[in-house]
């Protein structure tokens, strides 16, 4: 079963916005974290942003001041708000969540992928020069 759906990529110049989304199934697992990943091709996957559910976040330094995560509880989405892109930001971008684990709210465990247990299936951010 599918229980993460993300949406909102797409071709946009540098300096454009984009606001991705994640939708949680209903019947996906209580989440102690859920995270936004990203993989330009021939690179490993890195993560991006995250929020804990405390409401805690931490960002990778290439992202601060420019992406925002947020989460809607009432409505089982995720967010990711980006701003300012550049070309370097191009990749697919998954949304994870995190079923098992729990740390400091907003430590930096929240960006070490080997916390996260549930996986979308991504969505294209292509930033053009």
């Known amino acids: 079963q599918v229980q993460l759906v993300e949406s909102g990529g797409g071709s946009v110049q540098t300096g454009g916005s984009l606001r991705l989304s994640c939708l949680i199934a209903?019947?996906?697992?209580?989440?102690?974290?859920m995270g936004w990943f990203r993989q330009a091709p021939d690179q490993g996957r890195e993560a991006v942003a995250a929020i804990d559910i405390d409401g805690g976040t931490r960002y990778v330094d290439s992202v601060k001041g420019r992406f925002t995560i947020s989460q809607d509880n009432a409505k089982n989405i995720l967010y990711l708000q980006l701003n300012s892109l550049k070309p370097e930001d191009t990749a697919m971008y998954y949304c994870?969540?995190?079923?098992?684990?729990?740390?400091?709210?907003?430590?930096?465990?929240?960006?070490?992928?080997?916390?996260?247990?549930?996986w979308g299936q991504g969505t294209q951010v292509t930033v053009s020069s």
């Open positions: 209903e019947y996906a697992p209580t989440t102690y974290s």
């Open positions: 994870a969540g995190n079923s098992h684990s729990r740390g400091n709210r907003g430590g930096d465990w929240l960006l070490q992928e080997r916390f996260y247990n549930l």
